[in-house]
Structures are given as structure tokens and as C-alpha cells.
């Protein structure tokens, strides 16, 4: 028992667990995390559903939007919404998952083949009906137009591979504000963070806790400071998402000493409100969320509503284009109707992508898994690991290539956007403007058209973490940065089509 489960354990009044390795099942009667991770104690596909559909509820209130109807969490709390909370959920969930298999297989194979075959396929068939059904269906130019657009096949291809990604299809939603499909900015992160914990599997760290709790910190450190993805276009919610898949890599590291009950509820919520006014006021607000819906989630109650599969991957990624479709078919509905429509139909949809496409996918893997591995030599090993680097190198190297002549602030290329609107200005310097919750400064901008989810404004030579949504973004202005009267060039840094491309200036002025 380490001295950290005694403090616990006393603080909480818990009893202290017998930890055997032959006794799971006194694990389980004692509520902590080992004993409910095992699918048949915890309703957690039917969560990852609620999650999935939260996200489709959030982003309802932006796609059909209505005056004084705002998404109700962003209204409690003014730091997120519900959707985003769900995504930080959705990434913890998946740093869980995922750091538990890798500990108890240690199977470099299997994790490559599992990871693969749950991303890849639905997501190919998601790209194939938006691009060859949706596409021809929504688009104003001419199906021969549509079709002879070299941006219509990119679509497809540089989605699937999830790098340089591209958001939009010719001619297709011209009036909305948004991207075409919003929901799959977050997988070219998971699937990087999966390529960490791959590498971390080869090199062993795994089979220690302390390795791997060592491993996990130095690669979240490692993998914000110096990877290109996050380099060149890092914006708050990205580095959220990150700080979540590791702290629940973490907790599949400590499972054996997390206990999960309703007094850990308590405890976490009373923790909330006592941090709420202060810096940790946020990160405790997520934890206790997370706490509180995985203790919820394995309730027998819950449990006992079991679905016959995983339906939440292709609700989530066929969310938002249906959210699309029904905005544009019905400019004048609400937010109400556009979740209480989009939600059940993704859902069906994601039903659909399971039974035919997803589940196929994850059996064949295993099937293919069990043959190999009774067949599996010393060559077969080692071409395996070089096949695994091969398709690393092939992935990353082109993105960490094309970035590294762009680790300046400014980009080199230059797009259409430009800034049509921004505020506030002019400001008085060592004065603070546009006060946010958590007393930092803020500014917005305007730009001419829809920005990629990865946009970012940079003020001189500082890049600002940022949040885009729509034709506007926003950003929270460091102090430094207006301690002085003088003038900065703000400018607006977008990918497009995997190019980093720049606004041109205008002047920040500050008093």
C-alpha cells in the first residue's frame, strides 16, 4: 500500500483493499477503478453515447441559432460549453481505454491493429457518403463542376490520413459559417497520441508504474513543446484535449488505488466549489465531471441498460454534417429542433456505421491478431515494428517537413482571409479590457470567412491561444503584451488544405 492510498484511504474514510493479484473480485465489491473497468461492469458505450450526443446538442445552438438561447453550460459556467466539456470527457475516456490495453496486452501488434481498425474504416465510409452523396446533393456548382474539382477527391484523401486536413467541399453549405464537418479536428490529435503511446509500448515503459507515470508526464511535455502539430497551430482546446487523454493514461496506471463512489462525488464537487473563483477552478471542474460520470456509469442500474454496441464513434463523426444538412434545409429552426432532429438521426447512423462497417472492422483485426500471433517469429517481429515505424514516418515526417521552415510566428504563405473587424482597441496599456471569467484580457476578431478549427491570431511576435468559431476568433492577450503603450501587428494564421497561410496586418494600438 503506497503512502498516497494510505492518505487516501483515511481522508475518505474508505477501507483499505486487500490487493492480490488473484482476488479481482475483492477489487470489484470495493467500487475502485480496476474492478469497473471490465465491460461487463459498466455501462461505458452507453456514456461514450451520451457524450457523442452532448457534443450534437452544443453545436446545435451555433448551426441553428437563435437570440438569448445559449448553450446552458457556457450560461452556468462562462469558460466552456457542453460540447467541449463532453470532448475533454471523450479524450479522458480514451486515455483510459487505451493505456489499460497497452498494460494489460503489452502487444505492440495488437494495439496498431485495434487502434487502426477503430479510426479508419468508419471514418473512410464518413468521408465517402459526404463526399460522393452529400457533396452532389448540397453543392451550387454543377455535378460536373463538383466532380472535376481537385478539391473534391482531396477531401477524402487528406481527412483519411488525418494531416493537412481540409474543411470544406466545393460549393457545398456556401452560407454557413462553419466547416463542413466541425467534429473530426480532434481525431489528427488522437491518433497522434495514440503514435506516443505506441512508441512508449516499444520502448517498455509500461510494465512499471513508475516508468510509465515518468513516460506520460515527459510525453505530454515533449509532445506540446516540440511536436510540429501542436507548434504550429496550438490553440487552448487542443492542449486541453491533451492534458485529458494523459491524466486518464494516469488513472489506468493508478486503477488499483482510485476509489469510485459517491463520496469521491462529494469530495470532488465540495473541491469545485472551494477552487471555483481561483486558477484551479477549471481543472477541478473537469475532474469532478469526469469522477462523477464514470461513478454514475457503472451504477447497477445503469449497467443493466446495455446497448448492443459501441454506437457513439459514428454518431459523433456524422454529427455535424447531418447538423449541416438540417440547418440548411431548415434556416429557421432553433436549436431545440435542430438536437431533437440531429440527435436521433446520427445516433441511427451510428448504429448503421457499427453493425456494418466498425464492429466488421475490430473482428477481423482480432481475427487476424490470434493468427498471426501463433505464427509470429523473430523476422515476422521485427518486420512488424519496422512496418509500424514505416507508417509513423509516412504519417508525420511530410507534416514535420512542410512546418519546420514555419516555427517563426508568420507564416510565409498568404490566404484570402483577412481581418474585417477586432476588438477591442485601441487599449490603455497596464489596463485590463474585456475581462473574462478568470480575470484574463481577451480580443476578437472578424474575418471574411470561416476559419479552420486549428486557426490562431498572433499579436507581433506572440502566437495567442486561441478559439475560433465561425468567421470570429478569440484569443486571451498575455499582460505582457499591453504593459507598454505602443502598436503590435495582429494578424489571423489559418491552415488551409495542410498550408499554414497568413492575413495580411493591421495595427493593435495600445495607449
Not at 304 to 312: K, W
Request: proline content about 6%.
Amino acid at each position: 500500500m503506497s503512502i498516497f492510498s494510505e492518505l487516501l484511504h483515511s481522508f475518505l474514510n474508505i477501507p483499505k483493499p486487500k490487493l492480490s493479484k488473484d482476488d479481482v473480485s475483492n477489487i470489484s465489491q470495493l467500487n475502485f477503478l480496476e474492478g469497473i473497468l471490465p465491460r461487463l461492469n459498466n455501462n461505458f458505450d452507453l456514456l461514450r453515447l451520451v457524450l457523442a450526443s452532448t457534443v450534437i446538442f452544443s453545436h446545435a445552438f451555433v448551426l441553428s441559432p437563435k437570440p438569448k438561447l445559449a448553450d446552458p453550460l457556457y450560461s452556468l459556467i462562462h469558460f466552456d460549453n457542453s460540447g467541449g466539456a463532453a470532448v475533454r470527457v471523450f479524450f479522458l475516456m480514451s486515455g483510459l481505454f487505451v493505456v489499460d490495453s497497452v498494460i494489460s496486452k503489452q502487444s505492440i501488434l495488437y494495439f496498431c491493429l485495434m487502434r487502426i481498425s477503430r479510426i479508419f474504416p468508419g471514418l473512410f465510409i464518413c468521408l465517402f457518403v459526404t463526399v460522393f452523396l452529400v457533396g452532389p446533393l448540397f453543392t451550387e456548382l454543377s455535378f460536373a463542376e463538383y466532380i472535376r474539382s481537385p478539391d473534391t477527391l482531396s477531401y477524402l484523401y487528406r481527412n483519411l490520413i488525418l494531416t493537412g486536413m481540409q474543411w470544406q467541399l466545393p460549393g457545398v453549405f456556401v452560407d454557413s459559417k462553419y466547416v463542413l464537418n466541425g467534429s473530426i479536428w480532434t481525431l489528427p490529435l488522437e491518433i497522434r497520441l495514440y503514435v506516443v503511446v505506441a512508441f512508449m509500448l516499444l520502448l517498455g515503459v509500461f510494465k512499471g508504474r513508475f516508468t510509465a507515470t515518468l513516460a506520460i508526464v515527459a510525453g505530454v511535455y515533449l509532445f506540446l513543446r516540440f511536436n510540429p502539430y501542436t507548434v504550429q497551430l496550438t490553440n487552448e482546446t487542443g492542449i486541453r484535449l491533451i492534458e485529458c487523454f494523459a491524466a486518464g493514461g494516469l488513472s489506468a496506471i493508478y486503477k488499483k488505488y482510485i476509489p469510485i463512489n459517491w463520496i469521491g462525488v462529494i469530495f470532488f464537487l465540495s473541491l469545485t466549489l472551494v477552487l471555483w473563483k481561483t486558477s484551479f477552478g477549471e481543472i477541478t471542474f473537469y475532474i469532478a465531471l469526469s469522477y462523477a460520470l464514470i461513478y454514475l456509469f457503472q451504477l447497477p442500474s445503469i449497467v443493466a441498460i446495455r446497448l448492443r454496441g459501441d454506437y457513439s464513434y459514428g454518431t459523433y463523426i456524422y454529427g455535424f454534417v447531418v447538423q449541416q444538412i438540417f440547418a440548411n434545409l431548415f434556416p429557421n429552426a432553433g436549436p431545440i429542433m435542430n438536437a431533437s432532429v440531429c440527435i436521433p438521426s446520427a445516433i441511427g447512423i451510428g448504429m448503421l456505421s457499427w453493425t456494418f462497417v466498425e464492429r466488421p472492422a475490430l473482428r477481423f483485426s482480432r481475427q487476424l491478431y490470434e493468427k498471426l500471433v501463433g505464427q509470429l517469429t523473430l523476422s515476422s517481429v521485427a518486420a512488424g515494428l519496422i512496418s509500424v515505424l514505416a507508417v509513423t514516418v509516412v504519417v508525420t515526417v511530410p507534416e514535420a517537413i512542410r512546418l519546420i521552415p514555419d516555427y517563426g510566428v508568420v507564416a510565409s504563405a498568404v490566404s484570402d482571409v483577412r481581418i474585417t473587424n477586432y476588438g477591442p482597441s485601441p487599449i490603455v496599456h497596464r489596463e485590463s479590457f474585456n475581462v473574462q471569467p478568470d480575470g484574463s484580457s481577451a480580443i476578437w476578431v472578424k474575418v471574411n470567412h470561416p476559419l479552420s478549427p486549428l486557426s490562431l491570431i498572433t499579436l507581433g511576435e506572440t502566437r495567442l491561444v486561441s478559439a475560433p468559431s465561425g468567421d470570429t476568433i478569440t484569443a486571451v492577450v498575455p499582460s505582457q503584451l499591453f504593459a507598454v503603450s505602443g502598436e503590435l501587428e495582429l494578424r489571423v494564421v489559418e491552415d488551409i488544405r495542410g498550408h499554414p497561410a497568413v492575413s495580411p496586418a493591421v495595427k493593435w494600438y495600445v495607449r
